[in-house]
Structure formats: structure tokens, C-alpha cells
Nanobody
């Protein structure tokens, strides 16, 4: 059974930084897309960043380009989201998810990701 576990959320002032971690237990499948999504109250879930574990290729939403960095540590089955220059608009529950497909095939479409973590809250205040 694939498990996805996020950690690292919290509260920070605008301009601050946070690092989210995601551990995915799916050793049986190496060519997968790991995505970070977020959902603010009253809004739809949106894709923030994703990485194709086989090649390390990354993709970012325009709203976070230049501020967020997604990376992986294959030895730890971990994917990280480094978030800098945070604004109140970045507030929400952040989810890590896995799709057993290349990122170019699933993009930021949440319904194409099969395995999800429980989410971690990120709150950015002025």
C-alpha cells in the first residue's frame, strides 16, 4: 500500500520561508510524478509544483515561480518544497500526491493523482 506523508507546515510572517517534506512509500514504481497542491478556504485545489522522480524534471505554477523550489532525495523517498518570500495568498492546506505517470501526462490535474497525503497547514500572516 502506497503511503504519502507530509510534514513541515506552520505559521510564518509574510516574507518568511518554510520547507515542506513529503515521504512516499512506493519503491515498486520509480517513474512517478510527485506533486504539491494547495487548497485555500473556499477555493479549488491547485497544483503548485511537481517533479518527475525518474529525471528530476520540475514544473511550477506561475504564481510560485522564482519563490518555490521542489526537489527530491531518492535515497529517502522524499520530495521537498522550499517556499520563500511567502505572502498571505500562499496560505492553505498543502498536499503531496503521487501519480504513476510522467508529469507531462498528468500536469496539475488533481484527479490524475492516485495517492494523497493528509495535508499540512501553511498560514502566512502580515
Amino acid at each position: 500500500q502506497v503511503q504519502v506523508v507530509e510534514s513541515g507546515g506552520g505559521s510564518v510572517q509574510a516574507g518568511g520561508s518554510l520547507r515542506l517534506s513529503c515521504v512516499v512509500s512506493d519503491d515498486a514504481y520509480s517513474r512517478k510524478c510527485i506533486g504539491w497542491f494547495r487548497q485555500a478556504p473556499g477555493k479549488e485545489r491547485e497544483g503548485v509544483a511537481r517533479i518527475f522522480t525518474y529525471s528530476g524534471t520540475t514544473h511550477y505554477a506561475d504564481s510560485v515561480k522564482g519563490r518555490f523550489t521542489i526537489s527530491q532525495d531518492n535515497a529517502k523517498n522524499a520530495v521537498y518544497l522550499e517556499m520563500t518570500s511567502l505572502t498571505p495568498e500562499d496560505t492553505g492546506v498543502y498536499y503531496c500526491a503521487e501519480a504513476r505517470a510522467p508529469c507531462v501526462m498528468v500536469g496539475a490535474l488533481a484527479h490524475k493523482y492516485s495517492y494523497w497525503g493528509q495535508g499540512t497547514q501553511v498560514t502566512v500572516s502580515l
